[in-house]
């Protein structure tokens, strides 16, 4: 059974760091998810960073995230997989960002983001891990 397309953050203005949701995956049927950052609105000098944690329990979170991607300073989409395979204990994740404001104006940073959650079908990885392959 496929999980539908989950949100790990809604769509939000923030100011300070936070956690989103806790998303139950454990009726997914592949272990590999896109996520998809969408920042839409932004101030100049800032960043965003963005991690993802996992949870055997939706209690007790790791220390360290299970994914995480660089800070980004700007509007615009950003992909990337969580591949949860190395992870069999994981049951359940969320999205935990920070943010910083430098330089001039207010030091209050003020970001309008979003993150979206969709299991990668195991067809799908079938045919990327065969292209691949033939690639290398």
Known sequence: MAIADAVLVPAQTVTAKGDGPT???TAATSRIFLVTLSITKIIEQEALGLSVYGSPDS???GAKPIAEVPQKFYCGETPFLLDLTAHPDVK???AH????????GTETPMFEFAVALKEVPANILKEATAEAKAMA
């Open 23 to 25: 998303v139950d995956v």
């Open 59 to 61: 209690t007790t979170w």
């Open 92 to 94: 359940f994740v969320r």
């Open 97 to 104: 960002w920070e943010v910083a404001r430098w330089g001039r």
